[in-house]
């Protein structure tokens, strides 16, 4: 006896720190795991790293050159000796091109503005990650809803199948509707499968974003209502507001090209030199020479080609604003429609909620109190029940496309 005792303690104990294990996860909470851990936002942090490094050497000079030469030494050997005055030696020439700053402080520029590229794709590829995370997170919040459905209508249909039977003696029950009713509970059987493969399903998605093991296990809210957005009907006619990051880093990317427009117009700046030999020559004194150098970009066979490349970047930039008005135009609609299409489907659900869903258990009740005082019939009352069961199961259906519409219209105003 003592023995079964522990073992029942430890059971208990077992299985409390199971319970314990096993954390609530809100929808904050999921976004947060997957802001700090997903692979593919510290993509986005080490480029920026990158840029920056890069930025860093970007006012840079060319390294010197240094050169050794012989000077005015003759092809025969032997007049070196014999020539009256000989002027053969060596030479060290050193020499040191000077960028114009003008161009040093717009190669700069045009690489820290990719840096501004890069955080606006940070924050859209974000919003792309919780939008995934909302879908896989109402779709197990669903699934579970309708477990519950199905638990509590699988309990009521196995009493009445047991009273159903026990009145079959007294020739108080139809047979085939007992038949009918034990074919409706398998098939409710059948449904729990597939509603815990979509709770499955659903788990690992979550569990993939947040970057764990595919089978930790978690909870989530039990209780969620979706938001009222209605207000937003009155604003989403205003276009000022589509400041998504997605349109805000195609901007950045205009910005960007504009930034490497002006660098490659500094090429009609000149750039600069300077260059310094010492010649040491046999039987004369030690020379040295300093001179200056300055390039002529502004030749006709050399302006050109950064004449062209400019010319090139602005037909690109006048691209890149089209596709950004263009983005603008489908951020606009795509707004404009899922609110509206939320607007409605949330009255939808409403009805259920009130008047649907009431009435058909209304009806229920009524049927299942008339067939207790054997003044009923089983098949209207099993058809009673199945009917509910549906309106139920419609019911969370639709609240899934309220919560659908609510997360594609969260990421199209990018609200996180």
Do not use: C
């Amino acid at each position: 006896m003592k023995r079964i005792s522990l073992l029942l303690i430890g059971l208990l104990v077992a299985t409390s720190l199971r319970g314990q294990d096993t954390v609530r996860l809100s929808l904050p909470q999921v976004f947060e795991h997957i802001d700090e851990t997903y692979p593919q936002l510290r993509l986005y942090q080490n480029r920026i790293r990158g840029v920056r490094a890069l930025s860093e050497g970007a006012k840079s000079w060319m390294p010197p050159t240094v050169s050794l030469a012989l000077d005015q030494f003759p092809y025969r050997k032997e007049m070196v000796e014999t020539m009256p005055v000989n002027l053969a030696g060596y030479m060290l020439s050193l020499e040191q091109m000077i960028p114009n700053p003008a161009k040093l402080n717009a190669r700069k520029r045009y690489i820290l503005s990719q840096e501004n590229v890069l955080r606006q794709e940070e924050k859209w590829a974000k919003n792309v990650l919780h939008y995934t995370a909302r879908v896989y997170y109402y779709r197990r919040y669903t699934a579970e809803k309708k477990l519950m459905v199905v638990s509590e209508y699988s309990d009521l249909l196995r009493m009445l199948i047991t009273t159903a039977k026990d009145r079959y003696v007294y020739n108080q029950s139809d047979l085939p509707t007992v038949f009918k009713a034990e074919a409706l509970l398998s098939e409710l059987n059948n449904m729990e499968t597939m509603l815990r493969s979509q709770v499955a399903e659903s788990s690992i998605g979550l569990n993939t974003l947040m970057s764990r093991d595919v089978d930790t296990p978690f909870l989530i809210d039990s209780v969620l209502q979706p938001t009222d957005y209605q207000r937003d009907l009155a604003v989403v006619a205003d276009s000022s507001f589509l400041k998504r990051s997605d349109i805000l880093a195609m901007e950045s990317r205009i910005q960007s090209m504009r930034s490497n427009q002006r660098l490659m117009a500094t090429g009609a700046k000149p750039d600069f030199g300077i260059q310094f030999n010492h010649s040491q020559m046999n039987e004369m004194p030690n020379t040295f020479s300093v001179m200056g150098m300055v390039t002529i970009p502004i030749a006709p066979w050399s302006s050109r080609m950064y004449k062209s490349e400019v010319r090139s970047m602005e037909f690109d930039i006048r691209a890149m604003e089209n596709e950004k008005a263009t983005m603008q135009l489908m951020a606009n609609q795509m707004i404009r429609e899922k609110i509206t299409m939320l607007a409605y489907e949330s009255r939808q659900l409403q009805n259920y909620q009130t008047t649907i869903i009431p009435a058909y258990r209304n009806n229920l009740q009524s049927n299942l109190l008339a067939y207790r005082q054997n003044t009923g019939n089983f098949f209207v009352l099993l058809d009673a029940w199945n009917m509910l069961l549906m309106k139920e199961m419609e019911r969370i259906d639709k609240l899934g496309q309220v919560f659908n519409l609510q997360a594609e219209y969260e990421y199209q105003r990018e609200i996180n």
